[in-house]
């Protein structure tokens, strides 16, 4: 790679994999910050169920977009582009590397190649989805995207109601797939990208998730979600951990069928980052046992 521009390391991979500890040791080597591109860590109020890194780590290395946000806040990808690009801005001037870390496909593309044009939506499309959705369900939402646009549905993490009701409002509102709209344009930024991922046998990927929940719940989970309960109709609430006790509070379920949901539900949210990321043929994958000066030494050989 050329050295005439900035570069920003992009740390993905699907949840529960490592990213967070290897960013840390990457913007540690290199004296750099980090942004996080998770967009379920956004919101201060939710702590315990989106895995948070921890007091320690954020202190190991600046962070940024870390619970920056309310969950009363409209905070879009978008939003998080324009800030992220005028984050990455200042600490260019500082450093000449910055790391990027998350499982969040959308929210890293937006920095990487911006974001695609996509139609106005009328207000009352978005109000009859959400009606909807109210009324008869999630399921049913997911159907529809299935039939009129199979290659999104096959994309999208389908347990997040705020992404399907977008996928099918701009169907409604246009009648073509959202997909047709996905990576329409590209954009010159002033930086290079780097990728680097972690994998790892999906056995031992699932059984990192199912743990990872437990030890949500011993940290206090449920306690979370009752406090959060009244306000269970906000989009940043329809996330995973959260909507499953949702279920369990409103008597729907018992307290064991929502963990074992959520560990379902985390699985199959994992499968479909694997899927969003394999597509991807820039990234440079490690197994996630790899030891952290490995993968710095390789960056360094390749920057």
Not at 157 to 179: C, F, G, M, W
Not at 229 to 251: S, W
Request: aromatic content about 10%; hydrophobic content about 40%; overall charge positive.
């Amino acid at each position: 790679m050329s050295t005439s521009k900035p570069l920003l390391i992009c740390v993905v991979g699907a949840t529960a994999i490592g990213k967070t500890s290897l960013a840390i040791h990457i913007a540690k080597a290199f004296s750099t910050e980090i942004i996080s591109a998770d967009s379920r860590q956004f919101f201060k109020e939710m702590n315990i169920g989106t895995a948070v890194p921890s007091l320690e780590e954020l202190t190991a290395a600046p962070h940024h977009f870390i619970q920056h946000k309310s969950i009363f806040e409209n905070y879009s990808v978008g939003n998080f582009e324009s800030e992220a690009l005028e984050t990455l801005k200042q600490i260019f001037k500082k450093q000449p590397i910055a790391i990027m870390v998350g499982g969040s496909g959308l929210y890293i593309n937006a920095i990487v190649n911006g974001l695609d044009d996509f139609p106005t939506i009328p207000a009352e499309i978005r109000e009859a989805l959400n009606t909807e959705l109210e009324r008869d369900g999630i399921e049913e939402l997911q159907k529809e995207l299935q039939r009129v646009d199979p290659v999104y549905f096959k994309k999208v993490d389908i347990q997040n109601s705020h992404r399907i009701i977008r996928a099918l409002e701009v169907y409604r509102s246009t009648r073509k797939p959202y997909s047709e709209f996905l990576q329409k344009k590209t954009v010159n930024r002033g930086f290079k990208t780097m990728y680097i991922g972690l994998t790892a046998e999906r056995e031992i990927m699932y059984d990192r998730i199912n743990k990872r929940v437990d030890i949500m719940m011993e940290m206090g989970l449920l306690n979370e979600a009752k406090e959060l309960y009244p306000h269970k109709g906000l989009n940043a609430l329809q996330t995973v951990g959260y909507k499953e006790l949702f279920q369990y509070l409103k008597g729907e379920i018992t307290l064991a069928e929502a963990v074992e949901e959520i560990k379902k539900h985390t699985r199959r949210f994992a499968k479909r980052q694997g899927t969003w990321f394999r597509k991807n043929e820039k990234i440079h994958w490690f197994d996630y046992k790899t030891n952290p000066s490995e993968i710095i030494a390789y960056i360094k050989a390749k920057k």
